[in-house]
């Protein structure tokens, strides 16, 4: 089981690590917070402080089209925030 699908990289979540050392990821559904904070220290080397977890909900959107209703949703995932010691840093972009 893959614990870590994604990296979560929007401005939010950028300025949370220049900021705060919180660095965001799209988990498993079924990881927990022990799980997830191995898994980062595994696989980017850092000692990992802190971790929330939130479940994402999906958004459902209806459009009026010319044939009538047309309905969809997002998919539901679940997010967890990595809060790493002072002084240590992922860096994302290092493998582009």
Do not use: C, H, W
């Not at 949370?16 to 498993?28: C, M, P």
């Not at 000692?47 to 009538?68: A, E, H, I, L, Q």
């Not at 047309?70 to 290092?94: H, L, M, P, R, W």
């Amino acid at each position: 089981m893959s614990i870590i699908i994604k990296p979560i990289v929007t401005e939010k979540v950028t300025k949370q690590g220049e900021v705060l050392n919180q660095f965001g990821f799209v988990v498993n559904k079924k990881a927990n917070k022990v799980e997830i904070k191995k898994a980062v220290e595994a696989a980017y080397g850092v000692s990992v402080v802190s971790v929330n977890t939130m479940n994402v909900r999906p958004d459902r959107s209806v459009k009026y089209t010319k044939s009538g209703l047309i309905s969809g949703k997002t998919n539901a995932f679940k997010k967890a925030i990595v809060q790493v010691q002072e002084g240590e840093t992922i860096d994302f972009y290092n493998n582009i």
